[in-house]
């Protein structure tokens, strides 16, 4: 027999978030073995938020803060880190290998940084990211005010650029994403620094944040002629909202992008229905970030990443991405039951046509794999 097998998008991806909680190399490892098993073939690595920069630079030799305990009094308040848990770290010999091991298996690694808000670690270690004049009362979506660097300060384009080329230096992927989100609506009100930039032209945040974003675009793409960093812009989509639609970032940039332009049209990942940190299930009791939702077995396939109405810009819908955020998730016991079964309709759907498979059938294509990896992991919401 011949079988004529192709996917649907060339981007097949899940993001870890391990920032808000370390997650050692060991099971990065088995996490892209799983990846693989199941046709996925971009990892994004979240390791940069609030609460840490888990990887050692060069740039930022404090970050870290291997030798303190979050908690209060001290450097890192603890809203999510685990309770007498250390911050750690990867050190150049993890973080290699986790890229080799990412190769051998066909799979890309995209590292993240984050920029301007989910900064607090960086505002915290590096001083000069934000105006010392600014009496704005920012408030900040995860409760970490102070987490925004401010685009107005010097400091900032002496300390972001360095810290984008070294970090994107590691990775043979060609792209780097650089966050750009959730800034929030109360940062910079009353920052003069800020004042004096609107001058030029710039109305509000979202054009602050815009001029930031193609700043950052114009380095990065000069300082990817020796390294082949991308040069066009891509944004991921998180969840259909007004404000935040791939349509209208596949279209015209959206939000972010602003007056200057930050992202202008480019291509678009959305993550609709592939948040598997939330709960599987609506009820109260039902364990994950429940209080934002539930991501049922079912609507991890029964959704198009393609929305109506976009059907004539298609092409830049390049791929689908599966999303695991780790506030509640101190252990890698605690992980696998959150990603699968569901992580296999997030492959089901980036990779085959659209409703080629329905909610029945891919509950029993999932009774297929988890017989076949008794021992290994193990899902308990299937039933």
Not at 65 to 83: K, S
Not at 355 to 375: F, I, N, V
Request: aromatic share 8%.
């Amino acid at each position: 027999m011949r079988i004529a097998d192709a996917p649907r998008f060339a981007r097949r991806g899940e993001e870890l978030d391990c920032a808000r909680n370390f997650h050692s190399v060991e099971t990065i490892l088995r996490l892209l073995d799983l990846m693989a098993l199941l046709k996925l073939n971009r990892f994004h690595w979240h390791f940069a938020d609030d609460e840490a920069f888990r990887l050692e630079v060069e740039e930022l030799p404090r970050a870290l803060a291997q030798d303190r305990l979050p908690g209060r009094g001290e450097m890192f308040a603890r809203l999510f880190a685990a309770a007498g848990r250390r911050l750690e770290g990867h050190s150049p010999c993890r973080r290699r290998r986790i890229v080799a091991h990412a190769r051998h298996l066909n799979i890309e690694v995209m590292p993240e940084i984050e920029m301007p808000a989910h900064s607090f670690a960086l505002t915290q270690v590096i001083h000069g990211l934000r105006d010392p004049a600014d009496t704005s009362i920012e408030g900040s979506a995860l409760g970490y005010t102070g987490n925004t660097v401010n685009p107005a300060m010097d400091k900032t384009w002496e300390v972001l650029p360095r810290l984008a080329s070294e970090v994107a230096s590691w990775f043979p992927f060609r792209h780097l994403h650089l966050g750009c989100d959730e800034l929030s609506k109360s940062a910079w009100q009353r920052s003069p620094a800020i004042a004096a930039l609107k001058r030029e032209g710039l109305a509000g945040n979202d054009d602050v944040q815009g001029w930031m974003m193609a700043r950052m675009k114009r380095i990065s793409r000069a300082q990817g002629a020796a390294r082949g960093l991308a040069g066009s812009p891509q944004g991921a989509q998180w969840r259909h909202r007004p404000r935040c639609d791939p349509v209208r970032t596949a279209r015209t940039g959206g939000r972010g992008g602003g007056r200057a332009g930050g992202l202008r049209r480019g291509d678009v990942c959305p993550a609709h229905h592939a948040y598997l940190d939330m709960a599987h299930t609506g009820q109260r009791h039902d364990w994950g970030a429940n209080g934002v939702g539930a991501t049922g077995l079912e609507r991890t396939v029964g959704w198009n990443p393609v929305p109506a109405g976009a059907e004539d810009i298609a092409r830049r819908f390049i791929g689908v991405q599966g999303n695991f955020w780790s506030e509640f998730t101190t252990g890698e016991i605690l992980l696998w039951p959150m990603l699968m079964p569901r992580l296999l309709g997030v492959a089901v759907t980036a990779w085959s046509p659209q409703d080629a498979l329905d909610g029945p059938g891919l509950r029993a294509l999932a009774d297929s794999y988890r017989a076949s990896m008794e021992g290994f992991w193990s899902w308990n919401h299937l039933a």
